[in-house]
């Protein structure tokens, strides 16, 4: 196994407090060493890292990959590149695919289509429920064996308070989360953007706040009484923030994640009928966008998550009331938000990475997103501070449901490693490959370059001796 | 008709109200006023749009407003087409994308439409070359029926400014109140919404209205009174317990008249839930001017079509 050095790059990793000129040096998928200076010669090969900053790969627990069943607008090998192309290395996507995730065979699927397209690594969430229709449970214990990694309904929500108490209860004694769209269906109805003068302005069916909030506390009460973990998905009402922070305060085991559309967009973006400000949980107020970003700040929400949700452009080109919910966004989200909240001074970078990385691997309580020595080698590589505008040729998804085309942005991802390999490089920024001549220059006068140079001409890949002559 | 020398109004399509400015108003009003003038006379009808094509593209029925529609373009002397087209609530957008081709291919310079879908012609009018009319969007916008409706309360008090106007029933699923409420409020109107909190939810007053729950409170003093279709498949939804109900508290009967202006006039954009809305010795009155709409529809609706050509000529 070869030997690569990110060199001279600024490491933030909040797992470890670092903040930093940093490199770190990586073999056989696993980070091997991380220093102040690491010497050129003890690579294989070397990742120029000036001037970028590297943080430990992304973790996203809330995507919708489509695949099996909606290839159109999604697969799992088109959406892992959309999430290494957005600085991921680690996600989780929902079981709401045809068929629906709710088989040891439907997870193992999965997980080898992710393992055989070799981008990242890839968690399935499998259902709740059989057939996601909320009556009976599925075989949580069979399903973890298999290789999920929680539980979720997600899109079509238990209503049956009964069925969630023993989803809690039981999922409890295997120690997994139950991810839970909050949504009362009844409430919501055949609602298609947030209740409030702008619906009414546009004469567009309204969900109401409370069919989220209602749920939240529902589901809350039902973790108190099962000692369960109750993780709530995609918190997007002041109400419901109240009612994370209420249970929070008494103790019990619940989580709760915000998308990046909900801390930045409000139900204004519906105004002209864009479908692509068509969502679950639909976009609300300014108030709540406020209270979601407070509560991000005072740790109520543990965790940004995207709830990247493809559809194709056939089906989001249409009348408001008849396009799908969602929107894709892994791509975007840490150019937005950088752009939105660090270039802005509202957070830190650490804040922003630490939601990224080691907030949503607690949900998980995984030690996933750290770059100490001994880690998988999930590194991300960022250009941070050059204003560019964020185009279709960013995405890597099948699927353009994107709202931010066209936004100026002020980061940029430039590069993926997932367990040490290449998963995204950016070709604006290393137009000619990840490792580039000057690892020559440095490892030609260094005295253990000789050596090295055999290693790599036995290892099979061809990039290797990439500038070597 | 005579051409006017300036003009406010420039617009390709006639999409809403709410974009609408005071003056651009007050113009077709103004317009639409020379329009009825034509169809009073014996030959009703007049040159001005020979030789151009409107097509009347409805996706939900309504013989009322197509019929009126038709008639004000074939007054101005042009060819009418009627699309009716029922469509599936999944294929929505697709149907009415697919129809533009047909549509452009046919030469047409005016899209009147109808869609169940709230904002289905701003979706619309950007992918076409004609001008695009709405007669109806979801429950969004009718902007003809209330640019007819302030016409029938110019004709009765001279002005729209200062009238009080009441609005009575469903307004939260009415297409007719949102635009009445954009184009009263713009003209200076004092506008009052009637009706149980589930139809009429205090959201409306963000928009410079008052909201209020009994006929008694909401009419008093009320010039104009303004009373909406109520569709019986809301009772399905549970907004209101039963027609019974509805017409024992927002009926209009003649005893409840008397808390509005003596010379409050009553109107009510059709079709008319007979002793329902109002009892028939309302719907008897003179002061109750439903039909004077329906005529005045025709000379708005011809004022828009003129007027949207002008906009297109002079660009």
Same mark, same amino acid.
């Given at each position: 196994m070869p030997k690569v050095l990110i060199s001279g790059g600024t490491v933030v990793d909040p797992s470890q407090g670092l903040n930093g000129k940093h490199d770190v040096l990586i073999e056989g998928g696993r980070v091997m060493d991380i220093q102040r200076t690491i010497p050129r =010669?003890?690579?294989?090969r070397v990742i120029e890292a000036e001037g970028l900053l590297v943080a430990p790969g992304f973790i996203d627990i809330h995507t919708h990959l489509r695949e099996p069943g909606g290839g159109g607008a999604e697969t799992i090998e088109s959406g892992s590149a959309a999430a290494a192309a957005g600085g991921f290395t680690t996600i989780m996507c929902m079981p709401n695919t045809n068929p629906v995730c709710d088989t040891e065979t439907g997870v193992q699927y999965v997980v080898s289509r992710a393992a055989s397209v070799g981008g990242i690594n890839v968690i399935p969430v499998a259902c709740i429920t059989r057939g996601m229709k909320g009556e009976e449970i599925t075989n949580f214990g069979k399903l973890l064996n298999a290789g999920a990694g929680a539980f979720s309904d997600d899109g079509r929500p238990v209503m049956n308070a009964e069925i969630m108490r023993r989803a809690l209860e039981y999922t409890r004694m295997l120690g997994v989360p139950i991810f839970e769209h909050c949504e009362d269906m009844n409430l919501s109805s055949?609602?298609?953007?947030?209740?409030g003068r702008t619906s009414i302005r546009l004469g567009l069916k309204g969900i109401p706040r409370t069919s989220e909030s209602t749920m939240v506390a529902r589901n809350a009460a039902l973790a108190a009484a099962t000692g369960g973990h109750i993780h709530i998905c995609h918190v997007s009402t002041r109400e419901s923030v109240e009612a994370i922070r209420e249970a929070r305060r008494n103790g019990v085991h619940i989580t709760a994640e915000v998308s990046p559309h909900h801390l930045t967009m409000t139900e204004e973006a519906v105004i002209g009928y864009d479908?692509?400000? @068509?969502?679950?949980?639909p976009l609300c107020e300014a108030e709540d966008r406020d209270a979601l970003i407070a509560a991000l700040v005072d740790g109520t929400l543990d965790c940004i998550a995207t709830d990247h949700a493809p559809h194709s452009a056939n089906s989001k080109e249409n009348v408001f009331d008849a396009a799908p919910f969602g929107i894709i966004g892994m791509e975007t989200s840490f150019p937005l938000l950088y752009t939105e909240f660090v270039a802005t001074r509202r957070w830190s970078l650490e804040f922003l990475i630490e939601k990224m990385t080691t907030g949503p691997a607690s949900v998980m309580g995984a030690k996933w997103g750290s770059l100490r020595?001994?880690? *998988?080698?999930d590194v991300t590589l960022i250009r941070l501070g050059e204003e560019y505008e964020f185009t279709r040729r960013h995405l890597r998804s099948r699927?353009?449901?994107? #709202?931010?085309?066209?936004t100026r942005m002020k980061a940029r991802v430039a590069a993926t490693l997932s367990r040490g390999r290449e998963a995204f490089v950016s070709p604006e920024l290393y137009p000619d490959g990840l490792f580039s001549a000057p690892a020559l220059t440095f490892s030609a006068t260094d005295a253990g370059a000789e050596p090295t140079l055999k290693k790599k001409t036995k290892s099979k890949k061809k990039k290797s001796g990439k500038g070597r002559d | 008709m005579k051409t006017k020398a300036k003009s406010s109004f420039a617009r @390709?399509?006639?999409?809403?109200?709410?974009?609408? =400015?005071r003056a651009e108003i007050i113009e077709i009003l103004d317009t639409a006023r020379s329009c009825k003038e034509v169809i009073e006379r014996?030959?009703?009808?007049? #040159?001005?749009?020979?030789?151009k094509t409107v097509v009347n593209l409805f996706f939900e029925n309504s013989t009322r407003t197509r019929t009126s529609f038709e008639l004000a373009a074939r007054r101005l002397s042009a060819d009418v087409i009627n699309f009716d087209i029922a469509t599936s609530s999944v294929a929505k957008g697709e149907a009415l994308l697919d129809t533009v081709e047909t549509i452009q291919a046919l030469g047409a310079n005016y899209i009147v439409m109808r869609h169940s879908s709230s904002g289905a012609p701003h979706f619309l009018a950007p992918a076409v070359r004609a001008s695009v009319i709405n007669a109806g969007d979801g429950e969004h916008e009718h902007p003809t029926q209330a640019l007819l409706d302030a016409f029938t309360i110019r004709e009765a008090?001279?002005?729209?400014?200062g009238r009080r106007v009441a609005i009575v029933g *469903?307004?939260? !699923?009415?297409r007719v109140a949102r635009s009445n409420i954009f184009l009263l409020k713009k003209l200076g109107a004092e506008v009052t919404l009637i009706g149980p909190p589930t139809l009429v #939810?205090?959201?409306?007053? !963000?928009?410079?209205v008052r909201v209020v729950h009994t006929l008694k409170e909401g009419l008093r003093d009320a010039d104009v009174i303004y009373l909406l279709r109520i569709q019986m498949e809301r009772q399905r939804t549970n907004l209101f317990p039963s027609v019974d109900e509805y017409q024992l508290l927002y009926g209009l009967t003649s005893e409840r008249l008397a808390?509005?202006? #003596?010379?409050a006039i009553v109107m009510h954009p059709g079709p008319v839930n007979r002793g329902v809305e109002l009892s028939r010795d309302v719907m008897a009155?003179?002061?109750?001017?439903i039909a004077e709409q329906v005529t005045n529809g025709v000379a708005v609706r011809m004022a828009v079509f003129y007027m949207l050509q002008g906009a297109r000529e002079n660009a």
């Amino acid at each position: 196994m070869p030997k690569v050095l990110i060199s001279g790059g600024t490491v933030v990793d909040p797992s470890q407090g670092l903040n930093g000129k940093h490199d770190v040096l990586i073999e056989g998928g696993r980070v091997m060493d991380i220093q102040r200076t690491i010497p050129r =010669g003890a690579a294989d090969r070397v990742i120029e890292a000036e001037g970028l900053l590297v943080a430990p790969g992304f973790i996203d627990i809330h995507t919708h990959l489509r695949e099996p069943g909606g290839g159109g607008a999604e697969t799992i090998e088109s959406g892992s590149a959309a999430a290494a192309a957005g600085g991921f290395t680690t996600i989780m996507c929902m079981p709401n695919t045809n068929p629906v995730c709710d088989t040891e065979t439907g997870v193992q699927y999965v997980v080898s289509r992710a393992a055989s397209v070799g981008g990242i690594n890839v968690i399935p969430v499998a259902c709740i429920t059989r057939g996601m229709k909320g009556e009976e449970i599925t075989n949580f214990g069979k399903l973890l064996n298999a290789g999920a990694g929680a539980f979720s309904d997600d899109g079509r929500p238990v209503m049956n308070a009964e069925i969630m108490r023993r989803a809690l209860e039981y999922t409890r004694m295997l120690g997994v989360p139950i991810f839970e769209h909050c949504e009362d269906m009844n409430l919501s109805s055949n609602g298609v953007m947030n209740e409030g003068r702008t619906s009414i302005r546009l004469g567009l069916k309204g969900i109401p706040r409370t069919s989220e909030s209602t749920m939240v506390a529902r589901n809350a009460a039902l973790a108190a009484a099962t000692g369960g973990h109750i993780h709530i998905c995609h918190v997007s009402t002041r109400e419901s923030v109240e009612a994370i922070r209420e249970a929070r305060r008494n103790g019990v085991h619940i989580t709760a994640e915000v998308s990046p559309h909900h801390l930045t967009m409000t139900e204004e973006a519906v105004i002209g009928y864009d479908t692509n400000a @068509k969502m679950k949980p639909p976009l609300c107020e300014a108030e709540d966008r406020d209270a979601l970003i407070a509560a991000l700040v005072d740790g109520t929400l543990d965790c940004i998550a995207t709830d990247h949700a493809p559809h194709s452009a056939n089906s989001k080109e249409n009348v408001f009331d008849a396009a799908p919910f969602g929107i894709i966004g892994m791509e975007t989200s840490f150019p937005l938000l950088y752009t939105e909240f660090v270039a802005t001074r509202r957070w830190s970078l650490e804040f922003l990475i630490e939601k990224m990385t080691t907030g949503p691997a607690s949900v998980m309580g995984a030690k996933w997103g750290s770059l100490r020595a001994g880690s *998988d080698a999930d590194v991300t590589l960022i250009r941070l501070g050059e204003e560019y505008e964020f185009t279709r040729r960013h995405l890597r998804s099948r699927s353009v449901n994107c #709202p931010w085309l066209g936004t100026r942005m002020k980061a940029r991802v430039a590069a993926t490693l997932s367990r040490g390999r290449e998963a995204f490089v950016s070709p604006e920024l290393y137009p000619d490959g990840l490792f580039s001549a000057p690892a020559l220059t440095f490892s030609a006068t260094d005295a253990g370059a000789e050596p090295t140079l055999k290693k790599k001409t036995k290892s099979k890949k061809k990039k290797s001796g990439k500038g070597r002559d | 008709m005579k051409t006017k020398a300036k003009s406010s109004f420039a617009r @390709k399509d006639l999409l809403g109200i709410e974009e609408l =400015g005071r003056a651009e108003i007050i113009e077709i009003l103004d317009t639409a006023r020379s329009c009825k003038e034509v169809i009073e006379r014996d030959i009703k009808s007049v #040159p001005i749009l020979r030789g151009k094509t409107v097509v009347n593209l409805f996706f939900e029925n309504s013989t009322r407003t197509r019929t009126s529609f038709e008639l004000a373009a074939r007054r101005l002397s042009a060819d009418v087409i009627n699309f009716d087209i029922a469509t599936s609530s999944v294929a929505k957008g697709e149907a009415l994308l697919d129809t533009v081709e047909t549509i452009q291919a046919l030469g047409a310079n005016y899209i009147v439409m109808r869609h169940s879908s709230s904002g289905a012609p701003h979706f619309l009018a950007p992918a076409v070359r004609a001008s695009v009319i709405n007669a109806g969007d979801g429950e969004h916008e009718h902007p003809t029926q209330a640019l007819l409706d302030a016409f029938t309360i110019r004709e009765a008090f001279g002005s729209v400014e200062g009238r009080r106007v009441a609005i009575v029933g *469903d307004i939260l !699923h009415s297409r007719v109140a949102r635009s009445n409420i954009f184009l009263l409020k713009k003209l200076g109107a004092e506008v009052t919404l009637i009706g149980p909190p589930t139809l009429v #939810p205090n959201t409306f007053e !963000h928009f410079g209205v008052r909201v209020v729950h009994t006929l008694k409170e909401g009419l008093r003093d009320a010039d104009v009174i303004y009373l909406l279709r109520i569709q019986m498949e809301r009772q399905r939804t549970n907004l209101f317990p039963s027609v019974d109900e509805y017409q024992l508290l927002y009926g209009l009967t003649s005893e409840r008249l008397a808390y509005a202006n #003596p010379r409050a006039i009553v109107m009510h954009p059709g079709p008319v839930n007979r002793g329902v809305e109002l009892s028939r010795d309302v719907m008897a009155m003179d002061r109750t001017l439903i039909a004077e709409q329906v005529t005045n529809g025709v000379a708005v609706r011809m004022a828009v079509f003129y007027m949207l050509q002008g906009a297109r000529e002079n660009a």
